[in-house]
Antibody, heavy 122, light 110 residues
Framework: EVYLVESGGGSAQPGRSLRLSCVVS????????MHWVRQAPGKGLEWVSG????????GYADSVKGRFSVSRDNAKNSLYLQMNSLRPEDTAFYYC???????????????WGQGSLVTVSA | QSVLTQPPSASGTPGQRVTVSCSGS????????VNWYQQLPGTAPKLLIN???QRPSGVPDRFSGSKSGTSASLAISGLQSEDEADYYC???????????FGTGTKVTVL
């Protein structure tokens, strides 16, 4: 069975940083693209970032470009999201999601982790 | 701000057929596949339909998807109480070079 477990969420003041981690098991992590998708409490879904199997091709939503950085460590079956210059509008549940294939631009997210809540407030 | 538009709500009685629409543009639905996700209350989203009309293993055949032009639809036939959830469409957007989700539709079983 596939598992994706996020950690690292919590509270931060505006302008500060947080780093999310996602450890996966149950599939060949090094063969698949990975994504981060977020959901503000009571709101809809927003794609944040995608990274291909090797980490050489990466994409970001305009809302986080220049502030967030995604990376992966295939040896540790782990995905990361470094979030800098946090804003109150970044408050959300952040989901780690497996892509359909090795390339992040090939559509689809399945399955999803349980989510990690990030709260940005003074 | 979502670029795919869905109705905020839809409802039906058990056994009825309910449809959820997803309206986009040539840069997203008009040029790319659509996936649908189901989010049960208090849980993470789950893939329901991929490649516009394909059901992943384990998804009941009462769920079906279709796409025409710049719009897509999700149909739930034989509505059941456990289908009460939020439903989101999603597609790649060529203009934004990123993925876009629909605004979400809450399906209520009366």
């Amino acid at each position: 069975e596939v598992y994706l477990v996020e950690s690292g969420g919590g509270s931060a003041q505006p302008g500060r940083s947080l780093r999310l981690s996602c450890v996966v098991s149950g599939f060949a992590f090094e063969d698949y693209a990975m994504h981060w998708v977020r959901q503000a409490p009571g709101k809809g879904l927003e794609w944040v970032s995608g990274i291909d199997w090797s980490g050489s091709s990466i994409g970001y939503a305009d809302s986080v470009k220049g502030r967030f950085s995604v990376s992966r460590d295939n040896a540790k079956n782990s995905l990361y999201l470094q979030m800098n210059s946090l804003r109150p509008e970044d408050t959300a549940f952040y989901y780690c999601v497996k892509g359909f294939s090795s390339m992040w631009k090939e559509a689809g997210f399945d399955p999803w982790g349980q989510g990690s809540l990030v709260t940005v407030s003074a | 701000q979502s670029v795919l538009t869905q109705p905020p709500s839809a409802s039906g009685t058990p056994g009825q057929r309910v449809t959820v629409s997803c309206s986009g543009s040539i840069s997203n639905i008009g040029s790319n596949i659509v996936n649908w996700y189901q989010q049960l209350p208090g849980t993470a989203p789950k893939l329901l339909i991929n490649s516009s009309s394909q059901r992943p293993s384990g998804v009941p055949d009462r769920f079906s998807g279709s796409k025409s032009g710049t719009s897509a639809s999700l149909a739930i036939s034989g509505l059941q109480s456990e289908d009460e959830a939020d439903y989101y469409c999603a597609s790649w957007d060529d203009s934004l070079s990123g993925y876009v989700f629909g605004t979400g539709t809450k399906v209520t079983v009366l």
